[in-house]
C-alpha cells in the first residue's frame, strides 16, 4: 500500500505559478513511475505528466513548455511546477504511483483553479 498527499494547490491568477507535491509513504525509488493527472467535471482523467525510474519524462502537448514534473528520491516526494497558467488548467490534479503494471495508488487529489 502507498499513501500519496497532494499539497500546493489554490487560486492563481492567469499567468502565474503554482508549485503542487506529491509526497509518498513509501522510497520513490521502488516506484517505476510516478505521474500527475487532471480531471474537470465530466471528463475523463487525463495524464498531464509522468517520470520513470529510468529518467524519462512525459508530457501532456497542453502543458509542453509550462510544466516541469521532478523528484526528490531524499523526500519520496515528487513536484509539478506549473508556469504561466492558463484558465483551462484548472482542475482537480492527482498524484499516481504506478509500483507495477498491474498495481498502481492515486492521491486524494487537489484543487488548482486558475481565474482573474
Known amino acids: 500500500q502507498v499513501q500519496l498527499v497532494e499539497s500546493g494547490g489554490g487560486l492563481v491568477q492567469p499567468g502565474g505559478s503554482l508549485r503542487l507535491s506529491c509526497a509518498a509513504s513509501t522510497s520513490i525509488r521502488r516506484i517505476n513511475t510516478m505521474a500527475w493527472y487532471r480531471q474537470t467535471p465530466g471528463k475523463q482523467r487525463d495524464l498531464v505528466a509522468s517520470?520513470?525510474?529510468?529518467?524519462?519524462?512525459n508530457y501532456a502537448d497542453s502543458v509542453k513548455g509550462r510544466f516541469s514534473i521532478s523528484r526528490d528520491n531524499a523526500k519520496n516526494t515528487v513536484y509539478l511546477q506549473m508556469n504561466s497558467l492558463k484558465p483551462e488548467d484548472t482542475a482537480v490534479y492527482y498524484c499516481?504511483?504506478?509500483?507495477?503494471?498491474?498495481?498502481?495508488?492515486w492521491g486524494q487529489g487537489i484543487q488548482v483553479t486558475v481565474s482573474s
Open positions: 517520470f520513470t525510474s529510468d529518467g524519462n519524462t
Open positions: 499516481y504511483a504506478a509500483v507495477s503494471s498491474l498495481r498502481g495508488y
